[in-house]
């Protein structure tokens, strides 16, 4: 099929490029002119796991072609998905600005009613709404994308499932074709339940994390391991074993946004979502838990404290700080009058001083933190963590760390859920 992309940013390329992979002839249309450059001479312009090495091979197949003009690509397209940013906009809910400009842009400057499937995370009732605006002149789909950074290729490649909300069913098959070989279930619906169903998906992981730190602080207070309790709970073919690890809370480009999204659809909606929102708070107050926690290990004054960072990523795998606990935890800390030093291995933070290695990191800290779970940092030589530090105290925010290899270079050990020895 020949297939348009609009928008190559992180979901548009992992679309046009797993597209490509499956056969498709794939255009891409991108406003942004160095990013077009730069795919146009093959180099991508963010990092995914595996992502490089298919872009080269549609390349080389002739499988994927850049463009600049929306119109073209959608004009020469069987279909189009629209991969445009949603950014959180006023208080928080997605702003689907860039998506309601292209479809305008789309329904005057391209004939003959095209097929245009938003993969966009856009608010519950949008695709409705833009069917009632531009309908005459657009078939307008939903085919949400359930993409995890860090895990994206074979997320596209082996999705758990594939949901399409169209009123016709006739465009729903038309769309449920370009995922051709999958053999994962497809549920065919109306465009308000699909967009629901990606909001309902990541509102009750984010759920679901902020019980598991929840356990984990009264785990580490009445000295439980969270770590046990989770193997216990997850055995249950009920719960299940994951998604839940415990941790400084959740962030990224989704989780924060949609949690968010999702309480004003349900305040529009004349419903107060208490539990969402009871949700929202203890995510922002388990950052506060481990602030304080850091706060008292340094006898309750943070001014002169010297703590190392490790981890900047809102979680492995991936270069992506936005909604980063772990910088949020870094600017409290600041603000409280510590110096913070971090490290990551992929991401830079600009506003915050970074350590070229996770032992320069340590000079001369009191507390080193483990905010994000880079298995890097299991192999640090932590002999030499303990030479370079000034205090001796490592706080595990992810239970990344051997207890053992940490406390035999003479370092004190504390992680999150887990008994203080
Ligand atoms: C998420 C959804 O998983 C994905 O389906 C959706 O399309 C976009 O949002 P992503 O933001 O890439 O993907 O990250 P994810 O792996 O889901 O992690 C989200 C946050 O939860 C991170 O901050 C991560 O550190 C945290 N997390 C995840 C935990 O603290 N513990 C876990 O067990 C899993």
Same mark, same amino acid.
């Given at each position: 099929?020949?297939? %348009? $992309?609009? +928008?190559?940013?992180?979901? @548009?390329? #992992? &679309?046009?490029?797993g597209l490509a992979?499956?056969?498709?002839r794939?255009?891409?249309?991108e ?5 077009r450059a ?6 991508l ?5 595996g992502?490089e090495?298919?872009?080269a091979a ?5 499988l994927?072609?850049?463009h600049a003009?929306?119109?073209e690509?959608?004009s ?5 998905f629209?991969c445009?940013?949603?950014?959180? %906009? $006023?208080e +928080?809910?997605?702003?689907? @600005?860039? #998506? &309601?400009?292209?479809?305008?842009e789309?329904a005057n400057?391209?004939?003959?009613r095209?097929i245009?499937?938003?993969?966009s995370?856009i608010?519950v ?11 005459d002149?657009l ?7 359930f993409?995890s950074?860090?895990t994206a290729v074979k ?14 069913p006739?465009v729903?098959?038309k769309i449920?074709?370009?995922?051709v ?7 065919l ?11 309902g998906?990541?509102c ?6 902020t019980?598991?730190?929840a ?14 309790v989770?193997?216990g709970?997850?055995?249950d073919p009920?719960i299940?074993p ?8 959740y962030g ?8 968010i999204?999702?309480?004003?659809t ?12 009871s949700?929202?708070?203890?995510d922002?107050?388990?950052?506060l838990?481990i602030t304080?926690n850091i706060?008292?290990m ?6 002169g404290?010297?703590?190392?960072l ?13 909604e980063s606990a772990?910088v949020k935890?870094?600017q ?11 490290h990551?291995?992929r ?9 070229p290695?996770?032992?320069e990191?340590a000079?001369?800290?009191?507390i080193?933190?483990?905010?994000t ?10 002999a030499e ?5 000034r205090?001796d105290m ?9 207890a053992?290899v940490?406390?035999r ?9 887990r008994?203080?020895?």
């Amino acid at each position: 099929m020949d297939i %348009g $992309v609009i +928008g190559a940013g992180y979901v @548009g390329l #992992v &679309q046009a490029i797993g597209l490509a992979e499956l056969g498709h002839r794939v255009r891409v249309a991108e406003v942004d002119v160095a990013r077009r450059a730069k795919l146009e001479e093959g180099i991508l312009p963010i990092y995914e796991a595996g992502l490089e090495e298919m872009f080269a091979a549609a390349v080389g197949a002739g499988l994927i072609s850049i463009h600049a003009d929306n119109c073209e690509v959608v004009s020469e397209s069987e279909l189009s998905f629209l991969c445009l940013p949603t950014p959180a %906009g $006023v208080e +928080g809910v997605a702003d689907i @600005g860039f #998506v &309601q400009r292209v479809l305008e842009e789309l329904a005057n400057g391209v004939g003959g009613r095209p097929i245009v499937v938003i993969k966009s995370t856009i608010p519950v009732g949008t695709t409705a709404r833009f069917i009632r605006r531009f309908g005459d002149r657009l078939v307008i789909a939903h085919n949400p994308e359930f993409l995890s950074e860090g895990t994206a290729v074979k997320d596209f490649l082996e999705p758990s499932r594939i949901v399409i909300g169209s009123d016709d069913p006739a465009v729903a098959d038309k769309i449920a074709a370009t995922y051709v070989g999958m053999d994962a279930p497809r549920i065919l619906t109306d465009p308000t339940s699909a967009e629901l169903i990606k909001y309902g998906s990541n509102c009750y992981l984010a759920t679901r994390l902020t019980y598991v730190n929840a356990l984990a602080n009264i785990a580490e207070s009445v000295g439980a391991d969270v770590l046990d309790v989770v193997r216990g709970m997850g055995l249950d073919p009920r719960i299940g074993p994951r998604f839940l690890q415990p941790g400084p809370g959740y962030g990224g480009s989704c989780f924060p946004k949609d949690t968010i999204a999702l309480l004003a659809t349900a305040r529009q909606a004349g419903y107060e979502f208490s539990l969402l929102q009871s949700v929202v708070d203890a995510d922002r107050s388990q950052r506060l838990w481990i602030t304080g926690n850091i706060r008292r290990m340094v006898d309750d004054d943070l001014s002169g404290a010297n703590i190392a960072l490790w981890g900047t990523a809102f979680k492995a795998g991936t270069d992506d700080s936005r909604e980063s606990a772990a910088v949020k935890i870094a600017q409290s800390l600041i603000a409280g009058g510590a110096m913070v030093t971090a490290h990551d291995p992929r991401a830079s933070i600009s506003k915050l001083r970074m350590a070229p290695d996770p032992v320069e990191c340590a000079r001369d800290a009191d507390i080193v933190v483990v905010a994000t779970e880079w298995p890097e940092y299991r192999s640090v030589d932590f002999a030499e963590v303990a030479k370079i530090m000034r205090g001796d105290m490592v706080y595990d925010l992810r239970n990344l760390l051997d207890a053992a290899v940490v406390r035999r270079a003479g370092l004190s050990y504390r992680a999150l859920g887990r008994p203080r020895i």
